[in-house]
Every structure is written in C-alpha cells, then in structure tokens.
C-alpha cells in the first residue's frame, strides 16, 4: 500500500502468495532442490525481528491451544532471580544496567539477550485483521514487553492524570492505524506531535526483576516524578489541604450532579402527583 502511495506503478511481485503456495510444497520444492536443513523445525513459521519474534504453528490454528516447548526460539535457561534497570531520556530509552547506548536498536537487543533466556514475553496473541478474519499467533517479546511496561511505569509517575488518558487514546488509534499501513496518513503526523511533546519529562530509571516465565516492576526513579511527599502522601495527611478544603470541594464538584438528581426528583414528584 505504501509503494502504491509513493510509487505508483511499480510492480510488486509476491510469489508465494500468488502461487498459493503451501508450507508443506515449499518444502517438498526444497527438498527436490537438494537444500538440507532441519525440516522438522520448518513446521513452525518463525518470523524474527528487532521487535519481537512470532511463531504460528498447528496449535494456533484453532482457538484453543498452545505451543510445545520446542518451538520456541529462544529456550529458557535461566534460572533464578535478576534484576535490571532502564534508563529513559524523553521516552527514549538509552541506558540498560547502566550500559549507554548510541541506538535504541542496540539496547533492545541487549536487554534481549538479559531477558529472553528467562522465557519473559512468550504468550499467544489472537488480533483483527483488515479484512476482518481473526488470527492466533505465538509471539517472544522479552525486551519489548520490559520496555513497554517499564516506560509506561514511569509515564504513571511522571505525567498528569489527562495526558495519560489522552495519550493511551492516541496510542489506540496510533498503533492500530500503523499496523494497517497507514503510515503516510498525514493524521499520523498530528498524532505524533502529540506523542513527542507528551515525552519531554518522560525521563528517569526503572527498575525490574526477572524471573522464569515472569517479571516484576519494582519501581521508578526520577526527578519528574509527580508522587512527591512534599505535597502529602497517599493515606496520610496531606500537606496541600485541610478536611474543610475536601468538605467544600467535594460540595462544589458533586454540585451538577447533585442538582440533577434534585430536578429530577421534583420532576417525577409533580408527575406522581398529577396521576
């Protein structure tokens, strides 16, 4: 769809989808070739990227079921408990176990190669295509899942209460849209304006333990962090304001609602009455 867009006219040549080809005969065809590899193995399909790795196979085929040991990539051989900490500057993250990096590529596949012999990250995703068919898919994620978490742990601390709502809004729409090919929509420009200046206190450390099959947030630190007890703690007193503040406050912001309720109870009153 994107050469469409910036190339029209170019021939797009897709062999295998326009042969229909099957896993089986691509199989038997390498086999007549003379091409030797571990063809047991080739039952899965294995797509592997910087993003994650997705595995689809005959238990994901149907709604229920889930894939064997063996076919994942990564095996777990990890045991125990390890704990790792990723630094962000502006959402971007640039440091694993204190380890710089000079692209975020790098630390991926860094933090990938902690946390992925932990088996963290494996699970069956089931998703919407465009066309509107269902698919189940195995996937491997370590390294995307402890970094989507760990930023979002730290997005909780450092950003008010309404730019988090709207930016989980605009991710939504985002991510789905990308996923579809739209990227050259110009609406994805505006959205990511938004996305970037939502980022500028995204900065500070968060820390995470490992374990097999498994993880856990311990926590953040930064210099932006809005859980402040200079301003009074969740539970106890707080510094900002009085019991007679929260009185009235409650009073004027229950005040609409309040009124509402009163109207309508006048209102069924007079109309039980007139019956």
Do not use: C
């Not at 797009?12 to 065809?29: F, G, M, Q, V």
């Not at 930023?151 to 309404?162: F, G, N, Y």
């Not at 996305?195 to 947030?217: A, C, D, M, W």
């Amino acid at each position: 769809m994107v050469l469409n867009i910036i190339a029209p006219g170019t021939e797009i040549i897709t062999p295998i989808r326009d042969l229909k080809l099957s896993r089986e005969s691509e199989i038997e065809y390498l086999k007549s070739k003379g091409v030797e590899m571990n063809f047991e193995k080739a039952v899965y399909s294995i797509n592997k990227g910087l993003w994650g790795t997705s595995v689809g196979g005959k238990e994901t085929l149907s709604s229920k079921g889930l894939l064997p040991e063996e076919a994942w990539p990564t095996q777990v051989t990890k045991t125990g408990t390890e704990e790792v900490s990723l630094e962000f500057e502006k959402g971007e993250l640039i440091k694993v176990n204190e380890k710089a990096f000079d692209h975020p590529t790098e630390a991926i596949r860094y933090l990938q190669s902690i946390a992925g012999p932990y088996g963290i990250g494996r699970d069956i995703h089931v998703g919407d295509t465009i066309i509107g068919i269902k698919g189940r898919v195995g996937f491997e994620a370590a390294a995307p899942m402890l970094i989507l978490k760990g930023h979002h742990a730290l997005e909780k601390h450092v950003l008010s209460k309404w730019q988090l709502q709207w930016k989980d809004q605009v991710s939504q729409f985002y991510g789905t849209w990308l996923h579809e090919g739209q990227i050259l929509d110009p609406v994805m420009r505006d959205m990511e304006a938004y996305l970037e200046s939502s980022q500028r206190n995204v900065t500070g450390k968060v820390f995470i333990q490992l374990h097999p099959y498994r993880y856990q947030v311990i926590g953040i630190e930064s210099e932006f962090d809005l859980m402040n007890s200079a301003f009074g703690s969740y539970g106890e007193m707080n510094a900002g304001f009085t019991g007679d503040d929260v009185k009235g406050f409650t009073r004027i912001f229950g005040n609409q609602t309040a009124i509402y309720h009163l109207v309508k109870e006048s209102v069924n009153q007079k109309n039980a009455s007139e019956f």
